[in-house]
């Protein structure tokens, strides 16, 4: 059987989580200060002809500041760390590529708490005890994360158990953590105006204050688990609720290994991995509503051995409306069948357009759509050999610098979500047939 022995990176380290709001904005503060002088310090060997730079966008994204910026995200984790982690899979288009290259090492490391700071809120939650409450704990956690790190245990029936446990001070912080790294960004210009990183940073918070509350995401691993009770090809694991709280989350330890590990399989394994993966998200649009949002690809684990998909990390979980699915899927319908003009009308009834958008504009909102459907109206799509991601990475520039609205709030987590699998499907080399699938779909769905 194979299991997860350490998902903690080489590059993390144990390092003390700042909890208060006085020490974490303390944090930023000192970010602050560095980006204002290694940017000063790039100009200035710009000018003297040094190697520097003479551009002040280029010098604050210099190796040395997206440094700064890394090691403070790694430090204080929580809402800024999440943030970073939701840019890092912005096109380069939208978000300069030295940031996007800085926020993807953020995601990939995250550092851990000391024992001392993991005794306090184990105390906190589970009282003094909290150590006979477990037959066994270990002390160093094998996965951490932007809100909190996982350890391994044994109940004293001899379940073994994942124990999540979260930062100090990342739920009180959100707000001002967010506000911060934004605030610092916008100073020296990185986001462009068609990104709308105000919504972006409204959807960020909501979803940031569910994923702190380890009760609701109690609450959805059990009610996911029993909506997908009848596909025996995706396992949810049990929660223990008697040891479980707002900060601690224990559930039933699964067997698996995280997708980046799984890119070398044979080519029958990762076609069946990517294949169950877009089940999963047609499963979850049409099916249920309700969609495991966050497309971190250490929330899908494959076991080898009975070749099913283990699902974990439901904090960003939420439902959508039966009328934005039903338009939602109407569009694809329309993008499978080259109906431009249906795009075009149902972009604009869903919030996607105003209608006084350019026609530039609009040919490229509605040619994005159209390429994204492509996916389900082929025999087979090998998406080793796609252009789909560079094809849609083409017409970025369009829409962000003539787009009128942002898209509506449902899209940021929707869209993060598919592009991660579309993504993943990548990294596979997959080369299966997406359009039965979507065809049942179509052929089972009740419109209102």
Same mark, same amino acid.
């Given at each position: 059987?194979?299991?997860?022995?350490?998902?903690?990176?080489?590059?993390?380290?144990?390092?003390?989580?700042?909890?208060?709001?006085?020490?974490?904005?303390?944090?930023?503060?000192?970010?602050?200060?560095?980006?204002?002088?290694?940017?000063?310090?790039?100009?200035?060997?710009?000018?003297?002809?040094?190697?520097?730079?003479?551009?002040?966008?280029?010098?604050?994204?210099?190796?040395?500041?997206?440094?700064?910026?890394?090691?403070?995200?790694?430090?204080?984790?929580?809402?800024?760390?999440?943030?970073?982690?939701?840019?890092?899979?912005?096109?380069?288009?939208?978000?300069?590529?030295?940031?996007?290259?800085?926020?993807?090492?953020?995601?990939?490391?995250?550092?851990?708490?000391?024992?001392?700071?993991?005794?306090?809120?184990?105390?906190?939650?589970?009282?003094?005890?909290?150590?006979?409450?477990?037959?066994?704990?270990?002390?160093?956690?094998?996965?951490?994360?932007?809100?909190?790190?996982?350890?391994?245990?044994?109940?004293?029936?001899?379940?073994?158990?994942?124990?999540?446990?979260?930062?100090?001070?990342?739920?009180?912080?959100?707000?001002?953590?967010?506000?911060?790294?934004?605030?610092?960004?916008?100073?020296?210009?990185?986001?462009?105006?068609?990104?709308?990183?105000?919504?972006?940073?409204?959807?960020?918070?909501?979803?940031?204050?569910?994923?702190?509350?380890?009760?609701?995401?109690?609450?959805?691993?059990?009610?996911?688990?029993?909506?997908?009770?009848?596909?025996?090809?995706?396992?949810?694991?049990?929660?223990?609720?008697?040891?479980?709280?707002?900060?601690?989350?224990?559930?039933?330890?699964?067997?698996?290994?995280?997708?980046?590990?799984?890119?070398?399989?044979?080519?029958?394994?990762?076609?069946?991995? #990517?294949?169950?993966?877009?089940?999963?998200?047609?499963?979850?649009?049409?099916?249920?509503?309700?969609?495991?949002?966050?497309?971190?690809?250490?929330?899908?684990?494959?076991?080898?051995?009975?070749?099913?998909?283990?699902?974990?990390?439901?904090?960003?979980?939420?439902?959508?409306?039966?009328?934005?699915?039903?338009?939602?899927?109407?569009?694809?319908? #329309?993008?499978?069948?080259?109906?431009?003009?249906?795009?075009?009308?149902?972009?604009?009834?869903?919030?996607?357009?105003?209608?006084?958008?350019?026609?530039?504009?609009?040919?490229?909102?509605?040619?994005?759509?159209?390429?994204?459907?492509?996916?389900?109206?082929?025999?087979?799509?090998?998406?080793?050999?796609?252009?789909?991601?560079?094809?849609?990475?083409?017409?970025?520039?369009?829409?962000?610098?003539?787009?009128?609205?942002?898209?509506?709030?449902?899209?940021?987590?929707?869209?993060?979500?598919?592009?991660?699998?579309?993504?993943?499907?990548?990294?596979?080399?997959?080369?299966?047939?997406?359009?039965?699938?979507?065809?049942?779909?179509?052929?089972?769905?009740?419109?209102?």
């Amino acid at each position: 059987m194979i299991t997860i022995i350490c998902n903690l990176k080489v590059v993390a380290k144990q390092r003390t989580v700042p909890s208060s709001r006085i020490g974490r904005a303390a944090s930023f503060g000192q970010l602050f200060a560095g980006l204002g002088i290694g940017t000063i310090g790039e100009l200035t060997k710009g000018a003297l002809g040094l190697g520097g730079s003479t551009n002040v966008r280029d010098a604050f994204l210099s190796p040395q500041n997206s440094e700064r910026i890394v090691d403070t995200l790694c430090k204080v984790r929580g809402a800024a760390l999440k943030l970073g982690q939701i840019l890092s899979i912005q096109d380069t288009n939208v978000v300069s590529p030295q940031l996007i290259q800085a926020f993807d090492r953020v995601r990939q490391a995250a550092d851990y708490m000391p024992n001392f700071q993991v005794e306090k809120v184990m105390t906190e939650e589970l009282g003094k005890d909290w150590r006979s409450k477990y037959a066994s704990f270990d002390d160093k956690p094998f996965a951490a994360a932007s809100i909190g790190q996982v350890h391994k245990g044994i109940l004293y029936d001899n379940t073994e158990v994942a124990i999540k446990i979260q930062y100090p001070g990342v739920a009180q912080s959100i707000e001002s953590d967010i506000d911060n790294l934004v605030s610092m960004l916008k100073v020296w210009n990185v986001f462009p105006p068609g990104i709308f990183i105000d919504s972006i940073v409204k959807v960020a918070k909501r979803e940031l204050a569910w994923e702190v509350d380890y009760i609701r995401e109690a609450e959805f691993t059990t009610n996911f688990a029993e909506m997908i009770k009848n596909y025996p090809q995706f396992k949810v694991p049990r929660v223990i609720n008697d040891l479980t709280t707002s900060r601690v989350l224990t559930t039933e330890f699964v067997p698996g290994v995280p997708m980046d590990a799984c890119f070398n399989l044979s080519k029958e394994h990762r076609n069946h991995i #990517a294949k169950m993966v877009m089940q999963l998200c047609l499963l979850e649009l049409f099916e249920i509503r309700c969609m495991q949002t966050d497309p971190n690809w250490s929330n899908f684990l494959y076991d080898e051995p009975t070749q099913r998909l283990m699902l974990i990390d439901f904090g960003a979980t939420r439902f959508y409306t039966k009328s934005f699915i039903d338009n939602y899927l109407r569009i694809i319908i #329309a993008a499978t069948e080259n109906d431009r003009e249906t795009v075009r009308r149902l972009s604009i009834d869903m919030g996607f357009l105003t209608g006084h958008e350019t026609q530039i504009m609009q040919k490229a909102h509605v040619d994005a759509v159209m390429i994204l459907g492509e996916v389900f109206n082929v025999k087979e799509f090998d998406f080793g050999a796609q252009q789909t991601t560079k094809r849609i990475a083409n017409l970025v520039p369009v829409m962000i610098e003539q787009r009128l609205c942002p898209p509506p709030e449902e899209i940021y987590s929707l869209h993060r979500k598919l592009s991660g699998v579309f993504l993943l499907c990548f990294k596979l080399k997959a080369k299966f047939a997406c359009k039965p699938m979507f065809d049942k779909i179509v052929e089972n769905y009740k419109f209102d």
